[in-house]
């Protein structure tokens, strides 16, 4: 099977231009590729895993990718997907998540001698000159194709600031900076992106010739990949200060049942073969599958002996054994009523429910355990020395659980 071949098989291909010189280019390791972050935040997530995980696979086929930090593209905001505008960020907010993102890419890409670039394009675009722009990129755009695009029309009725309507332009110009700087002839990107990326293809083309190498090619589930990155308690980090490996394991460990090969295709470097036996598994041994995407994500992001903690952990916690690597909350002495708290209250301190009356219902209602056993009595109480005497886990539901200490 070749490189593109497994990349199709993989699920990860959605819509390409010019098919069979990317199969060339890829196959052979001739593609000079990026892929575009915009510095939102100080950490990556789990929806750029996708985009990481791909750079790395073709890295190890030869190809060289160049990571593009959008220091610049981050003093606009990218519109796709998006209601509303996004809160403008200081310079020094955007290299400040800058630098943490080369840290975190580092686990996934090879960035010694050679094999791969990371570059901002701050170094370009804050040094445009207006009115030169216009004239050198602006006779290659139709407001009526831009206005058309996909990247705009969920923004079209609530309204699109000219700023953002920008994004498109200044995207199109990374490609063509980088096909001339870096000699950069292939980009990758979601399919919330494709029309932002055929505009760079275009520019390249109108201005440099037809013959010039410009390519692109969207991830299939990019967009999804995205979602993958938010629960209902907030984002999925890869900066284990956020999310701790711990909670990165669980977060992928109780993925649903329809989804576990998918990311197992998509995410990991297993086997294909490995993964299509798996096919027909089912009940238990789809737990068994989840624990390998886990374990094999963990340990992509934090480390072999990161990964394997988290697992013991995971499985003591569904055993109800020791679970010491698990999300910890603190209760004093200011928490106690009559020397003691009250399963109402621990559930609140620990964070697991946001009012007494929330943590009321799900006691009630059987969704609360202590290390293992059901509690339904909403008067249980607990004294510091029973907190203390053995590891103490308060769990609600399937996948909110908390060691509780007393200090």
Request: net charge negative; proline share 2%; glycine share 8%.
């Amino acid at each position: 099977m070749t490189v593109y071949d497994e990349l199709v098989a993989r699920g990860l291909i959605a819509q390409v231009t010019d098919e069979e010189e990317i199969k060339e280019l890829i196959n052979n390791g001739k593609a000079t590729f990026y892929i575009g972050f915009d510095p939102t935040a100080d950490s990556l997530h789990v929806g750029h895993f996708m985009a990481l995980c791909l750079m790395k696979r073709l890295q190890m086929a030869g190809n060289k990718p160049i990571a593009l930090i959008g220091g610049g593209t981050g003093m606009i905001g990218d519109p796709s997907g998006r209601t509303d505008m996004r809160q403008m960020m200081t310079p020094e907010t955007i290299q400040h998540n800058c630098d943490c993102f080369k840290k975190q890419m580092s686990r996934f890409i090879d960035f010694s001698e050679g094999k791969a670039l990371m570059v901002n394009n701050a170094d370009w675009l804050m040094n445009l000159n207006y009115i030169e722009l216009l004239r050198e990129v602006g006779p290659h755009f139709s407001v009526n194709n831009m206005l058309r695009a996909e990247c705009y029309k969920h923004r079209m009725e609530k309204g699109l600031s000219f700023l953002e309507f920008n994004y498109m332009i200044m995207q199109s110009y990374d490609f063509y900076e980088l096909y001339q700087k870096y000699g950069c002839n292939m980009q990758f990107g979601g399919d919330d992106q494709w029309s932002n990326m055929l505009g760079g293809t275009e520019l390249i083309r109108r201005k440099l010739g037809k013959n010039a190498y410009a390519m692109t090619i969207t991830l299939l589930l990019n967009s999804e990949g995205k979602k993958m990155g938010k629960t209902q308690s907030g984002a999925v980090w890869l900066d284990p200060n956020k999310t701790s490996p711990f909670e990165f394991y669980q977060y992928w460990r109780n993925v649903g049942d329809a989804d576990v090969l998918k990311c197992l295709r998509m995410l990991t470097f297993l086997p294909l073969e490995q993964i299509d036996e798996m096919d027909t598994w089912e009940g238990s041994q789809l737990n068994q599958a989840k624990e390998i995407l886990a374990f094999e994500l963990t340990k992509l992001v934090h480390g072999e002996e990161e990964a394997v903690k988290a697992q013991e952990s995971s499985r003591a916690l569904f055993s109800g054994g020791n679970a010491a690597d698990m999300p910890t909350a603190e209760i004093t002495e200011a928490d106690l009523r009559d020397g003691k708290i009250d399963i109402m209250g621990l559930l609140v301190a620990a964070g697991l429910c946001a009012s007494r009356g929330e943590a009321r219902r799900n006691v009630q209602q059987g969704g609360v355990s202590v290390n293992g056993e059901k509690v339904t009595d909403i008067s249980a109480a607990y004294t510091p020395d029973e907190i203390n005497a053995e590891d103490f886990v308060l769990r609600r539901g399937k996948k909110k659980y908390c060691k509780i200490v007393y200090k």
